[in-house]
Each structure stands twice: as C-alpha cells, then as structure tokens.
C-alpha cells in the first residue's frame, strides 16, 4: 500500500485543519489557558466540530458516523496538533468510539455511539494509576455483588475525565486477578470522586477515586476477566492517532521555524543563510519526512488487521515521540532567546509534545515494546 494519504483522506485532513486554523487556533489555548476555563476547551467549538462529521470518524454509519478507520482519524489528529485545538477527540472520538464500536455490544453500541457522533456524550478511558504508563500494571478491583459488580480504587492521568459523562474503567476482577475487566461508569455515579490536574501544556486530565461504587453487569465491554486482549487493541489505536498528533506537531514547528529563517536578519544576512543552520533544518525535515511515512504505514497497518500491527504502532509512536522532541529542540533555538519566552507559541508546542509523547507510552516504552515484539 502507497504510504501516501489517498485523495479523500487529504481532503479530510484539509477540511479539519481548514476549520481548526480559522476557529480554535493557538491565540484560542491562551484564553482559555489565562481565564482558567472550567471546561478546558470549547463546547460550542466542539459542538460545530461534530456537526462537521469529525467526531463520528470512528463511528459506524448505522449509529451515525463516517465508519472510517485510525488512518482517517489520524488524519483528524495531524490537524489537531498543528494547532494545539483543545478539544476531546482523543478521549471520546478515538479511544471511546474505537471500543464501543468494536467490542461493546448491540445495547452499548445503541447508548453511546449516536450520542459521541452529535458531539453530545464525552467519554473518557481511565486506566493508568502509576506516573508512567504501566497498563498492565493496576490495582483497582472489581468485585461481583449481585449481579453487578463494585469498584474500589482509584486511576490518573484521565485525559477529559474532569469532563467525561461515562468513564471507561480497567478494573481486576476478584475471580481471577490475572484478568482485566472494562467497565462503563458514570462519571457523577454514587462513589466517584474527580480531581481535575491541569497538565503543563495547558490541556486536562483527571485524577478519579472510587469508593464502592456500584455498577450493573450491562455495564461490562466484552467478559469479565477477558478484556485485555479488548484493552490492549484500543490502546493500540489511541497511539497510532497520538502519533498523528506528534507528526502534526512536527509538521508545524517545522514550518514556523523555517519561515523565521528566511525572515531573521543577523549581521547584516538572513539567518537562513548560514550553513550550520540549513545542515540542521535539513536534517529536520528529513526526520519529519520519515516519520510520516512509518505514521501512514502504522495506521494502514492497524485498520488492514496485520498480524504485526501492534509492533509497528509500537515503532511509530516511539519514532514519532522522538522527531517531535528534535523538532521542538530545534525550533526554539533556532528562533534564539524569544523562542524561550510566552510571547512565541513555539514554547506551547514543546509543552504539548512532552505531554503527547508521555502519553500511552512514551518513546522508551515503545521501543522496548517493539523490541520484545521482534523476540529480544
């Protein structure tokens, strides 16, 4: 397969970069940034989002989506990096959407994915409880009482969870403490208790308890004890999309940096015209060039159901974590002292990428996960 974006996927990512750039640009993550928004992004703004299509990409048509796959909606997340768009669609359009649709049953699917496609249900995985991503590496427990379950523990880093109406909670099951359980909570559920944490980059995640909360056995995505194998696929297409973000990321400081280039005047020239610099914004764009391609080749991978998928997400998200550190680096000492101040969204990118590049594991994670995937 072509490790070029087909016609219709270039047209989405223009479309949604086309929108973001005149309604959500980076002026709009200061604001709500400065005024210490409640909410941490625009509901009106992602309310047009979905009214757009955007937030249904995952969404199968007969629940009122696009039915498209992680290669579209990562298209979608390479124009949410390019602007630092505060908005959920990671947490509900990606992560959410992406389980429902392919593990959730006929009932769940009905409850939550019309209700994600209009832009109107917010949804948010609650997995990690360690400062690192360990997914397999959690403690909160789910025991059977009746014919439900009870939920006691608690998770971090809950991206959106400040926000989210339903959280989906990774939970051990007391019969079997090997085994993991995916359960669909309500976020203002007897029990639950939500700490907001605004993160460096000025987006929002959430710290969450729970204490002997009650939920139903409906209320279960898959068996109880078998959703690992459900966990771990979604996870799989969470960092393939991250890894969009990253390469936008990328994509946009590489720009900005390049212009301030050709724009700078030092001793009398362009700065542009030094060589040392042009060696390092080659160098840049060669990375950038790269990556994007094994970004594409991870998606198509992902949505073809390659046995070797997870293995080369593995590797994107890691490169991709990579490049987006250089190109960062990069941009801010190139745009010399004003790129270590406010006053240049250079610096909103560098805190961005460090959050996106932690996130669902970091480039250490990933490449260790690629490297046990080849048998080392």
């Known amino acids: 397969m072509a490790l070029v974006l087909n016609e219709e996927q270039a047209m989405l990512r223009d479309s949604a970069l086309g929108f973001l750039r005149e309604q959500a640009p980076t002026s709009q993550l200061r604001s709500l940034r400065d005024s210490r928004d409640e909410a941490g992004f625009s509901r009106d703004l992602w309310r047009e989002f979905a009214k757009l299509g955007f937030a249904g990409v995952l969404v199968p048509q007969a629940y009122g989506g696009s039915g498209l796959g992680i290669a579209e909606a990562g298209v979608v997340m390479e124009a949410i990096g390019r602007t630092l768009a505060a908005a959920p669609f990671f947490s509900t359009a990606i992560v959410a959407a992406h389980l429902i649709a392919r593990h959730g049953s006929e009932a769940q699917r009905r409850e939550y994915l019309p209700g994600i496609a209009d832009g109107t249900r917010l949804m948010a995985l609650a997995v990690d409880?360690?400062?690192?991503?360990?997914?397999?590496d959690f403690a909160l427990t789910a025991t059977v009482r009746g014919e439900g379950f009870v939920l006691n523990g608690s998770k971090t880093f809950v991206v959106d969870g400040h926000v989210a109406d339903t959280l989906i909670v990774a939970a051990r099951d007391e019969r079997n403490p090997e085994g993991v359980s995916l359960l669909l909570v309500a976020r203002d559920a007897p029990g639950v208790s939500v700490e907001r944490t605004v993160m460096v980059d000025s987006r929002n995640a959430a710290r969450v308890r729970f204490d002997n909360v009650q939920v139903g056995s409906l209320s279960l995505v898959g068996a109880s004890g078998e959703g690992w194998p459900l966990l771990e696929h979604t996870l799989?297409?969470?960092?393939?999309?991250?890894?969009?973000e990253l390469l936008g990321l990328s994509d946009e400081v590489c720009e900005r940096t390049f212009s301030y280039l050709k724009e700078r005047r030092q001793f009398g020239k362009l700065i542009g015209?030094?060589?040392?610099?042009?060696?390092?914004?080659?160098?840049?764009?060669?990375?950038?060039?790269?990556?994007?391609?094994?970004?594409?080749?991870?998606q198509q991978a992902f949505?073809?159901?390659?046995?070797?998928?997870a293995a080369i997400v593995s590797a994107a998200k890691a490169r991709a974590g990579s490049t987006?550190?250089?190109?960062?680096?990069?941009?801010?000492?190139?745009?010399?002292?004003?790129?270590?101040?406010?006053?240049?969204?250079?610096?909103?990118?560098?805190?961005?990428?460090?959050?996106?590049?932690?996130?669902?594991g970091d480039t250490c994670f990933h490449a260790a996960r690629w490297a046990r995937a080849g048998g080392y």
């Open 303 to 309: 949505d073809s159901g390659a046995s070797d998928a």
């Open 129 to 136: 409880e360690h400062t690192r991503h360990r997914p397999q």
């Open 236 to 244: 799989d297409a969470a960092r393939a999309a991250l890894a969009s």
């Open 273 to 298: 015209e030094y060589q040392a610099l042009q060696h390092r914004a080659a160098t840049l764009y060669t990375e950038v060039e790269l990556t994007r391609a094994l970004v594409l080749h991870a």
């Open 324 to 360: 987006v550190t250089l190109a960062v680096q990069e941009g801010v000492q190139m745009h010399g002292g004003i790129g270590m101040t406010d006053e240049l969204d250079i610096g909103l990118y560098m805190k961005r990428a460090r959050v996106a590049q932690e996130l669902m």
